[in-house]
């Protein structure tokens, strides 16, 4: 078996995670800090503070207590093939690379519209990075909304990472900021871990 390197900073963090969890594959011993409530995870921190990482620990911890992935499913084999099985039900992006996609659409580009907004329902859990670094319009306000609140009516999660607070969402955002009010919601406190390597 040939093993790749991550695709992606989010392959990579989930790489990085899956490597501290036992060799038979056990339920994560409440390594991540928070979980989801049914509507979702609302992280919200200053840059740097971990958002993304706790996000990521937090949608693994979600799919061990669910019936997706549990012990009597785990195969044994290697770690590559593990975050494979995680990608199956699990989606990372970033709010401006999600709307940057379905912008392509309006080109004729790959899937349509509907299409994109339909499949990110199939995901058992969405992690959404970086909320509020999108540009803001009405379309993008009218997009994130449909695919969030899509997926609360679908009773799947969502995990969102922000530099902004509800509050500051609300000022822009009321519809969004409501349902962001309805999930777990964490403030995370501290500096940049990346100015302190």
């Known amino acids: 078996m040939t093993t790749t390197k991550p695709s992606t900073k989010y392959d ?3 790489a990085e995670f899956l490597t501290k969890l036992p060799k038979r594959f056990q339920i994560v011993k409440k390594e991540a800090q928070y979980l989801p409530n049914d509507s979702g995870l609302f992280l919200s921190g200053p840059v740097g503070v971990g958002k993304t990482f706790a996000a990521i620990q937090s949608a693994v911890e979600y799919m061990c207590e669910t019936e997706q992935t549990t012990p009597d499913n785990w195969t044994g084999e290697p770690r590559a093939l593990k975050i494979h099985e995680y990608r199956q039900h699990m989606r990372f992006i970033t709010t401006t690379q999600l709307l940057l996609d379905i912008r392509k659409t309006f080109q004729g580009e790959g899937p349509s519209e509907s299409e994109i907004v339909s499949n990110l329902s199939r995901y058992r859990i969405l992690v959404l990075d970086d909320f509020g670094t999108e540009k803001q ?8 909304y449909l695919i969030i609140n899509n997926r609360i009516n679908d009773c799947k999660p969502t995990i969102i990472t922000s530099n ?3 509050k500051e969402i609300a000022k822009v955002n009321p519809r969004l900021a409501s349902r962001f009010a309805g999930m777990e919601c964490v403030a995370m406190q501290g500096g940049d871990r990346r100015l302190k390597k």
Request: proline share 0%; hydrophobic share 65%; charged share 15%.
């Open 12 to 14: 990579a963090i989930l």
């Open 137 to 144: 319009s009405d379309w993008a306000d009218s997009m994130l």
């Open 164 to 166: 902004l607070s509800i």
